[in-house]
């Protein structure tokens, strides 16, 4: 056996040129907690946003980075996509828009009392929304 986790949460990070629309988004549309940055010179700064015992990292290096390059979310290998569990798929999809994102999927029912939804967020990242 390898080793236990610290806490029960998963960091993902996010890789962005441009921040700020990012942090609007996920505390806008999510209601996530900003938290203080952490600055590492020479390598950039770390905008941080809670969820519960997860931080979302908002990743903006020093030097700018470049596009993905894939042709949809699904046709890398690794991690593609975040999943949000939400009170109103619906009301999360409309403050999709409002914040930047757009909707790739509107809200359907996946099966009974399973709501899901997929959008993008301000930089592309795609995101899955669900509630139930």
């Known amino acids: 056996m390898g ?6 949460a998963i960091d993902p990070g996010i890789v962005t040129s441009d921040a700020e ?13 900003r938290l ?14 809670a969820a519960g015992e997860s931080i979302l990292r908002i990743m903006v ?10 042709e949809k979310w699904s046709s890398r290998e690794g991690i593609r996509y975040l999943t949000f569990e ?15 994102g757009t909707v790739a999927l509107a809200p359907i029912e996946l099966r009974p009392g399973r709501m899901v939804s997929q959008a993008h967020d301000p930089d592309g990242n795609m995101l899955e929304i669900g509630q139930g």
Do not use: C, N, R
Request: proline share 12%; aromatic share 6%; hydrophobic share 40%.
């Open 86 to 100: 939400v009170v109103s798929v619906h009301a999360a999809v409309e403050s999709v828009v409002q914040y930047g």
């Open 61 to 70: 290096p020093e030097q700018k980075p470049g596009p993905d390059g894939a």
């Open 3 to 8: 080793t236990s986790m610290a806490k029960p």
């Open 21 to 33: 629309p990012m942090i609007e988004f996920y505390t806008s549309v999510f209601g996530l907690k």
């Open 36 to 49: 203080d940055p952490l600055v590492l010179p020479g390598i950039g700064t770390i905008h941080k946003l």
